[in-house]
């Protein structure tokens, strides 16, 4: 691989768009969590768990219609696509937990910088899944 078709994936329009929703559904997960954990006082832990899964149906939702144009008569979403999908969230969703923990707890980071490092770490991965295993052309 060139520096230059390198330079062409990175900003191709499908990634742009990827981080265009990844961002919405990103933004939604962080917002909520501090919503859930500061203003509510819930656990840092089960406010990660509440706002990972609200992230979860955005991001499925978003991506399938916007940036990788899956689009199976009209139907809001493909089973098995979804199901992909899903595990692929669920062993995201498991490392993002396992992160933020280790993180907090470990390395005496506070929760916010905590969430921001293993939200990027993640947003990462969860990509390289949609693009290679779920919604491969």
Known sequence: M????????????QTI???????IAGGTNVVLYFVLKD????NY?????ISLTV????????NRKHVFNANYNGKLFD??????????RIFSFFLDMFL??????HTGLGSGIS??????????????ICKLLVFKS
């Not at 992230?55 to 978003?62: D, K």
């Open 2 to 13: 060139t520096v230059k078709s390198f330079i062409r994936d990175v900003f191709s329009v």
């Open 17 to 23: 768009k990827y981080m265009i929703v990844g961002s």
């Open 39 to 42: 203003i509510f006082l819930v």
């Open 45 to 49: 832990l089960a406010s990660n768990f």
């Open 55 to 62: 992230g979860i149906i955005i991001s499925y939702l978003l």
């Open 79 to 88: 089973l098995k696509e979804f199901i992909h999908f899903t595990t692929g």
């Open 100 to 105: 933020l923990w280790l993180l907090v707890e």
């Open 115 to 128: 969430k921001f490092i293993d939200s990027a770490i993640v947003s990462v991965l969860n990509y390289l």
